[in-house]
């Protein structure tokens, strides 16, 4: 049975930067605040989560924005077998008021810094995954993904 890992993500541009998680281990680069969803959570409850415990900002959660697949069995060498099969549900957040992103007290092993990036410098820095040019059109089209919640749906009778 093949497992996929469910990874909520938070993705908030203000003043066209965007904030991203930096990390040094082996050199630096960055990721978008988010993580693994975990059990009794949905996955904006998972993406509020995970953006205070990486930046210890509070935001409202708000559409799906992207959506990346990293299927390790459709990559040609790049990475190993044994990596695991994922789907990154990012979604557009914002800072609540009075809200300020910073680097929690005990941060993830070898993250090192919260920064606000601003979109025309996202090609000058090493973003996993490499959604930069996504971000980049996204912050111009604002095309959403609206999530459909089943608890909120009207229940029918068979």
Not at 14 to 32: C, K, M
Not at 34 to 47: A, I, M, S
Request: hydrophobic share 35%; with cysteine.
């Amino acid at each position: 049975m093949m497992h996929v890992r469910v990874r909520c993500t938070g993705l908030i541009i203000e003043n066209d930067s965007v904030l991203l998680v930096e990390y040094d281990d082996n050199g630096i680069h960055y990721n978008l605040p988010g993580g693994g969803l975990e059990q009794g959570e949905t996955v904006k409850e998972g993406v509020a989560r995970e953006v205070l415990e990486e930046t210890t900002a509070e935001v409202t959660v708000g559409p799906l924005a992207l959506v990346y697949e990293m299927a390790p069995h459709n990559q040609s060498g790049e990475y190993r077998e044994e990596a695991p099969h994922g789907i990154h549900l990012i979604f557009e957040c914002k800072l609540k008021e009075g809200s300020t992103p910073q680097l929690p007290i005990e941060p993830d092993l070898h993250q090192t810094a919260v920064k606000w990036v601003p979109l025309h410098d996202l090609d000058s820095i090493l973003l996993f995954p490499n959604i930069k040019n996504e971000i980049k059109a996204y912050a111009e089209n604002k095309k959403n993904i609206e999530l459909v919640e089943d608890h909120q749906l009207e229940r029918q009778v068979k």
